[in-house]
């Protein structure tokens, strides 16, 4: 068991959103559900906490109601290895009302950032040569979801 175990709040879409998670990553479940009783803020029936396992991480999710939002104050970071995996993840999680952002972050339809990285961004920007690694910064600067391909024609100044 994790010790340390995000909470994402939600107003009704806990139960909606862990199920889509888990549809969207590999190793993945829906672990429990406890819902709202009799004479609870909502209705009887309605998830109350959602706990539910992501590639292995554990998170839980909360009907709490509508008094808070999700911010880009946190994201979850997502590394993805090839461009194959950044578009199927970045296609999947926009889609249906979420919104892509800048630098390999989105936005899904609930609401939560997430940030679709391939391990080589850190690799071509932590190069001793700051003029490629510079380059680097330009290129990914300037893209909404990452292009692996792009970002390496930086690095070769091509």
Do not use: H
């Amino acid at each position: 068991m994790q010790k340390i175990v995000p909470c994402l709040w939600f107003d009704t879409e806990a139960e909606q959103a862990a199920e889509f998670y888990v549809s969207v990553f590999e190793n993945s479940e829906i672990v429990e559900v406890s819902r709202y009783g009799e004479g609870a803020p909502m209705p009887a029936g309605t998830a109350l906490l959602v706990t539910f396992v992501l590639d292995g991480v554990e998170f839980q999710a909360l009907n709490g109601g509508p008094a808070f939002r999700f911010t880009e104050a946190v994201s979850l970071y997502t590394s993805a290895e090839t461009q194959e995996e950044i578009d199927r993840l970045w296609n999947t999680l926009t889609a249906d009302g979420g919104a892509p952002g800048q630098c390999g972050w989105l936005k899904d339809k609930y609401g939560l950032s997430w940030q679709i990285v391939p391990p080589v961004l850190g690799e071509l920007l932590n190069d001793e040569d700051s003029e490629k690694s510079g380059r680097v910064m330009q290129a990914m600067l300037g893209m909404g979801k990452i292009d692996i391909a792009d970002l390496r024609a930086a690095y070769n100044g091509s």
